[in-house]
Every structure is written in C-alpha cells, then in structure tokens.
C-alpha cells in the first residue's frame, strides 16, 4: 500500500489542528489597540503552538516522503500521533486564556511528550514495514528526537517551579526542530 | 471512474469529524487538576469516537484500496456513510456532557448501527460496481461486519438496564475492528 | 493547467461547509427523547441541506472529471460558487432554528438559486476554455440546471404564501438532481 | 522534493480558514428581513476577506503549478505566509463586528501587508531552490506584489484619517490582483 491516502489524510487532521486554533482568537467589543491586549497570551500560546504543529507537518512530510510502504499497523500509529496533536488545541487554550499557569503549562507539554512519543512510535513501524529498508539508511539515529523527549521530561516537572523555564525549554526544542531533518533530505531529495 | 476523488472528499469529511469533536473539550477557568476533572465524561467519550472514526477510516482506506472503479450510486452510498459519521460528534458531546446517560448511549449506539449498516451498503454498491471483481474475492463474507450489526442491535435496548454494558459492547466491537481487514491486505497488499 | 488542485481545494470546501452545518446541532442539557424534539427542525433542515450539498459535491466530481483544463477564469468561476455554497451553513441555521418561518426559507432558496446560477456560470467557463471540446458533447443542453433555476424563482415568492409550499419544491428540485449526469457518465465512465 | 503535498496542505488550511469565517454570520433571533441589517457589516467583511483568501490561492496555485521543486527553506516560507493568512478570520470578524472602526480596519490591513510579505519571501525562496530555474523566467519582477505591499503601507496609516479611505485601497489592491498572474499563465499554461 503506498503512502498518498496517509498523508492526505494527516494533511487534513493538521491543517484543520493548526486552523481551529485560531477559534480561540475571539474578537473583543474594545476597538481600542488596549482591547487586544487581554489576547496577547492567547495569542502567544497559538503562536508557539502552530509552530510546533508546523514542525510536525514538516517533519511527517519528510518521513512520510521517505518512505514507500505503509502496513496496517502503520495507520494506526499516525492515527495514534494525530490524535495526541489534536489534543494541542485544548491545551494550547488553557493555557493561553489563563497566562501559563503550572497545571495548563505542565499539561501542554505532557501533550507535547505524547506526541513526541507517538511520531517516534511511527517511525519505528514505518522501519518494521518491508520495503523501507532505505528509510532505515536515512533515518540513522533519531538523536533530535530522543533529546526532545528527555528536554520535555525535565520541563514538565519544572513547571511547578516555574511555568517560565519550562516555557523556555519547550520553545528551544521547538527551535532544535524548526531545521528539518537533513538527513532524509540529503539521501532522497533532488 | 476512479476512487481517488472519492478518497481525497472522504479524508476532508472525515478529518473534520475528527477535529471538531475536541471543540467539545472546552478549557476550563480552574487551573488545577481538578479544573480537568469535570471533562473526563466528555475526554472519555472523545477517546471512544476517535477510535470508532478512525476505524473507520482505516477499513475505508482498505475498502476503496481495493476497489477499482465506482459508480454514482457509489459516490450517494458513500455520502450516505458520512451522513451517519458526522452525526458523530453531536451523539458523543450529548453522551459525554450527560455522564453517559440512558438516552445518550442508545442514541450513540444507534449512529453507531447506521453507520455500520451505511458501510455494508457502500460495500454493496462497490461489489455491484463493473471491474470490482477483485475486490468480491478479497472482501469474502463480512463476517464481522455483520456481527457488529448484531452487536448493536443488543447493546442498544441494553442501555434501558445499565448503559454501562452497553459501552462495554461499543468498546468489544471498537477491539474487534482494531484488527483492519487482513483479508484485503493479504489479497491487494504488497 | 490540470484540474487536480481545483477538485482538492473544492473538496476541502465542501467537506468543511458539510460538516460545519452538524455544529449547529447543539447537545441539549435535557437527557430525555423529549430533549431531542426541539432539534427537529435543525436537524431536518440539515438532512436537507446535506443532500443538497451532496448534490453539488457530486456534479462537481462529474463535471471536472470530464473537463480537461481549467483556466484562470474557471478558478474564479470554481470561486464564486464555493463562495454561495459557504453561506449554506448560515441560512440552514437561520430556517431551521425559527421552524422554517417565511424570510429564512426565502433566504434559504435565493442561495440555492445563487448556487445553481453559480453552477452554471462555472459550467459556461469550463465550456469556453480551450481543450475542453469533448465536454461540451457530454454536457448537452443542461436542461435539468435551467429547471431547477426556474423552479427556485417560483419558491422563493411562494414562501410569502406558505413556506412549506417553498420546501416541497425544494425538496422535488433535490430528487430531480439526485440522478447523477448520467449524459456525463455514459460518455466518460467506464 | 515535488510539489504535491505542499499544495495538499496549502489547500486545506486555506479551505478552512475560508470557511470558518462563515461561522461568525450567527444567525439572527429575528425572522425578518430586518434581523438580518446588523449582519450587513459582518458580511460586507466576509466578502472582502473571502475575495482576499481566493487571490491568494489563486496565486498560490499559479506559483506552486509553475514551481517543480521545494527545498525545507521553502515548506517553511509557506508556513509563515499561511500563519498570516490563519489570521485573516480574526482581523474580519474585530472588523466586521465593530462597522470598520479605525484599529479594527488597520490591523486588518496589517495583517493583509504581513501576508504579502510572507508571500513575497515564499517567492524568493522557491527562486532560491535548485530546479525552479523557469520558475525565474516566468515570474519576471513581480511588480504587483511590490505595489499592494506600498498601498498597504499608505492605507494602514490613513485609517486613522478614516477608515473608508483605506477600506477602498484594500478593495483596489483586490481588484487589481483579481487579474491571474498572466506571466505565469502565459509560460506554463496549455
């Protein structure tokens, strides 16, 4: 089975993701610059979220581009990955309308673990599948990855210290991420 | 005619069903962990209907895989299948925001019947298509379908004595059809 | 230029305006059937309009499969009637939340028939680009368009008498079109 | 790397903000004719922004169609213009809810300028990517995008004089873009 109906799909559960945030975004009555200024954190917190799903698109573009077959249990495992970056929305909003708070701050990033989790899943069934074995070659270690995971362990608890180190953290993997991964580009790109 | 516009309306309809139903999952004012206690009906619900969507999607994605051509009575009987998959997201809100109560879960099982049955139709209607035969020999007998069906037709009444079983049931169907349809993938998978 | 990215951006469309209208289907507090019964009309103004958006979803798929190119003017064209078909959700919504009162079901019909012009204007632009010959032998003289656009010009005035004289034309105009463009597929399917 | 998936995505996430914005006409209480007055502003918003969303996929598909490669640099210019672009049904609704007050109108127009920034860097970086050689060819200078990002500097301001006054350079700038780039068409059309 080829990859094209997966990635369609998963276009569309992420393009809505990152657009449904944007709800949150609720016109205020004050037509004044001070009317926006309650939406600043709202709109930070969508901000940093649509970059983190933008990373994920780019990055499941990659994959997914890199490989050719996908089996069964592959589809379950993107469905698995979807449905932790379909929670980011709510977390994103929680903690947007109540200033980065611990509770929603911890739990952003519990969401972010999970999703981190689940493409890392992904990827391994993408490998298990035969007729991948060049994805194999390209993909090598998955070193970006597994430190994202150990940064996002660190920054969870944190944030019961204070919200704003785990903040700082979450935005430097984020920053870690925002270069795509190289080595599938440089072994199967034009 | 080939599957792919099919294919590509299809993922829209149903990565929209699977979107908006986390709309449900409102952001609550408190910050702590008890905020989030009040949402777990309506997580618990979601978690539910992801999976049932998703399987969906999955033995769909399998369904028109195999299938080579589709007529307009094929195009009717899939739009028939998302009529009953985008009521969806209204019988989970009403069941989750009720603490799964009497009514809500017999309703819930009942899209969850005509949504099955709307499936055995399209499968029909596919079956019926000229240059499907291929996909006769590979579908076999829909066995489990058919059990689902059956499943339903039980689960449904039963929510008049507890609507716990019934859930139970909902979830027995939900494993069964975790398991996509090695028949076709055996046939048609490389 | 192919057709390709005009059939995904309308199905993206369609699909969203497809499954925003279930959104207007809120879950009642109520717990019982008798909490249902206020849906009533919400929900049958939906199953309405879900046909009719079925409809123009499924002529749509007929009338691009059978053109060949697509110009710039044909986008706009592609535009215009997405941009009728958008406001679908909103007079669905306004006729079904005030029981199909006369205004809304008025309302209702001119965006059906802004619709069906709509249509039409993109068929005639389809016709008029250059490598669609072949079309226009299939298409004939669309009599069925011409119809139903004469039929919601006499329902429109007619909901000033009885609206549900309005709706019961409505309703003949959906059945017509529920047969597909047989003259399309006899000439282009397989 | 082709341009498919980027184009997929692309048309998903414009599909959805275009149709979003239909959920800020709520419909009215009143079932008159006069119900519908107040939503005259909010409509006259929607139309505009829709006409905006519909340039910019309309040029986004000439782009992408005469484009053959994408580098990372170049997912990710696409990205940042659909950020922009996600928040166009923020900046119509403060607009449209508020009769086109003077912040509402330049931030509205803010938001226009910084989206055809973003699609001015996601030219260059498509110029910029190894294979697009014809690409450079047939865009020549880009003079449009140049003069709508100069009228937008001259209308932002000027809402502060009046509102109107930059309301119509938004509606110029649209009239003078509704035109297809014709350079593009001209190279790679049939």
């Known amino acids: 089975m080829t990859t094209g109906r997966v990635e369609a799909f998963s276009d569309g559960v992420i393009a809505i993701i990152i657009t449904i945030m944007v709800l949150e975004l609720r016109a205020p009555h004050d037509v004044t610059l001070a009317g926006l200024r309650p939406l600043l954190p709202v ?44 929670l980011v929305p709510f977390t994103t909003a929680w903690m947007g309308e109540n200033h980065f708070a611990t509770w929603p701050v911890a739990l952003y990033g519990s969401v972010l673990l999970l999703s981190g989790v689940a493409y890392n899943i992904l990827v391994r ?18 070193l970006k990855g597994k430190i994202s995971i150990v940064v996002y362990l660190v920054a969870i608890p944190l944030a019961f210290v204070s919200p704003w180190l785990s903040l700082a953290l979450y935005i430097v993997v984020a920053i870690t991420w925002l270069i795509p991964d190289r080595r599938i580009e440089r072994n199967f790109g034009e």
Request: proline share 2%.
């Open 43 to 86: 709109f930070g917190s969508y901000v940093m979220s649509y970059v983190y799903i933008g990373i994920y698109w780019s990055n499941h573009h990659h994959l997914l581009h890199a490989a050719q077959h996908v089996t069964g249990k592959c589809l379950w495992a993107n469905l698995h990955l979807l449905f932790w970056l379909s």
């Open 125 to 142: 069934a993408l490998l298990a599948s035969p007729g991948n074995e060049l994805l194999a070659n390209a993909l090598g270690s998955d």
